[in-house]
């Protein structure tokens, strides 16, 4: 969502006139897009500011500002903190940084604009996206569950979604730009619950780009649009090749999702899903709402629907008072789920949040060293099962040139695992059968099949 955030700050200012620069030496604005999840973001954050502080002393016309999640955590403290900091700018308001800039140079006083009410989502044709075929398309933001360690509901509020019609009208506009990909965004996406069905056939004039020849329009009855629904209405926006979506929550990981996507080819056949632990009383401390054998159950449902499904997850390492027998309960999750891919964090706490309040009693050595055999175990696991790719022909949507080595072309696969192949670069921007012929750490080496076969 940050990075969604971002694309439309700087497509905004673009617009307004404002230059882009990646060197910070050259800049008269220097804009931090910041994220409060983890201690650890916020910490760089606090650093970046005490080094603009010296910058600012030597040119004192820099303007210094902050955007993103921290921002609506700590909201005008951050100005008593850091007197450096010129503006501040709320996740529902980056359509106003241009003038708040500008209010900046003309006063030099601090000035920050957050609203707390209101959808956090802007969608903009202004948007400048670094991909010409893939798109982020936030559907919702906020979050109604009440995990203990996350401050998520603090700065993003409650959930609210985008009405179906919207999202449905944004993602036609992105197709007819030319996208491809879409990646459906949500602090809680699988919640998502649209308030209005997508346009009536009567409705067609105030809209561009839509195909509605193939849909069931009249199948919704406007009492609100489920994110399985919403799912199987973008799948039928032709020229829309791929949708991916995160975060998903367990309990809103229904039988029905998983049946869309087994039905769906278009849609990414990776599912990550967060477990954050293996151990049925650390969930519960975390108010996660499943137990571990809930979870499983439901991997084990989807996998057996849709058997080529890449399962990726989170995991927290040393949550407040997880002892050495649920630290092994997580470690035998990871062996028994065999995830494709697993995000794995040391436990810190966020103020503010209910575990705020609970000890933060496992010593940082121990949730290091748990963070890492929890990481070796994964890297092996993930190897082994990128091994059994090996041989395989596969679908891969080639993105562009590989940064790597830029002769070749790199992509996706339906997993999501990155491949890359010789190839002309006229291929950028379409789906190409590829056969796996290897796998260096996360990236397949592969050749297009078509060359194979010849
Ligand atoms: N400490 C460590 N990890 C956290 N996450 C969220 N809050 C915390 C915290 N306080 C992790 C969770 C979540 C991911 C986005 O970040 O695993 O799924
Ligand atoms: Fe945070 Fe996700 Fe839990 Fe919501 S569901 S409180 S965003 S961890």
């Given at each position: 969502m940050n990075e969604y955030d971002g694309q439309v700050a700087v497509g905004i200012l673009g617009h307004e006139g404002f230059q882009i620069t990646p060197d910070e030496s050259q800049a008269d604005v220097v804009l931090m897009n910041t994220c409060s999840v983890r201690e650890h973001a916020e910490e760089r954050v606090y650093s970046r500011l005490g080094m603009l502080g010296k910058a600012k002393r030597q040119n004192p016309h820099l303007i210094v500002g902050l955007m993103g999640c921290m921002v609506e955590e700590h909201r005008e403290n951050l100005f008593r903190r850091f007197p450096q900091l010129d503006l501040m700018v709320g996740t529902r308001n980056i359509k106003e940084l241009p003038t708040l800039i500008k209010e900046v140079e003309k006063n030099r006083r601090q000035v920050a604009r957050i609203k707390q009410d209101g959808i956090s989502i802007e969608y903009t044709e202004l948007i400048q996206r670094t991909s010409k075929y893939h798109a982020w398309l936030p559907i919702m933001t906020g979050c109604n569950k009440v995990c203990t360690f996350c401050i998520v509901p603090i700065t993003r509020g409650a959930e609210v979604s985008m009405p179906a019609r919207e999202v449905y009208r944004e993602a036609s506009r992105l197709v007819g730009e030319g996208v491809r990909w879409i990646t459906l965004l949500g602090q809680n996406v699988n919640s998502y619950m649209g308030r209005s069905p997508i346009p009536m056939i009567g409705d067609r004039k105030h809209l561009s780009n839509l195909t509605f020849e193939r849909a069931d329009v009249n199948s919704y009855n406007g009492e609100g649009v489920s994110f399985p629904a919403l799912l199987e209405m973008l799948c039928q926006i032709e020229g829309l090749e791929r949708i991916s979506f995160t975060t998903s929550h367990p309990s809103d990981a229904t039988e029905e999702l998983f049946q869309v996507i087994a039905r769906?080819?278009?849609?990414?056949?990776r599912f990550h899903l967060p477990l954050q632990s293996g151990s049925d009383l650390i969930l519960k401390r975390m108010k996660r709402l499943h137990t571990y054998i809930d979870y499983r159950k439901k991997i084990e449902r989807l996998r057996e629907l849709v058997p080529d499904i890449s399962v990726t997850t989170d995991i927290i390492a040393g949550f407040s008072g997880e002892t050495e027998e649920d630290y092994q309960a997580t470690y035998r999750a990871l062996e028994e789920i065999r995830y494709d891919g697993a995000y794995i964090f040391k436990y810190s706490v966020r103020p503010g949040t209910p575990a705020g309040k609970l000890p933060d009693d496992v010593p940082f050595t121990v949730k290091e060293d748990r963070n890492h055999e929890l990481l070796a175990l994964q890297k092996k696991i993930m190897a082994e099962k990128n091994r059994s790719w090996v041989g395989r022909s596969t679908e891969v949507f080639v993105e562009g040139p590989s940064p790597k080595r830029p002769e070749e072309l790199i992509g996706k696969t339906p997993q999501e695992k990155k491949a890359v192949f010789r190839g002309s670069k006229e291929l950028i921007g379409t789906f190409q059968k590829v056969t796996l012929l290897d796998v260096k750490d996360e990236t397949f080496l592969g050749s297009l099949a078509a060359l194979c076969e010849s």
């Open positions: 769906q080819p278009k849609i990414s056949r």
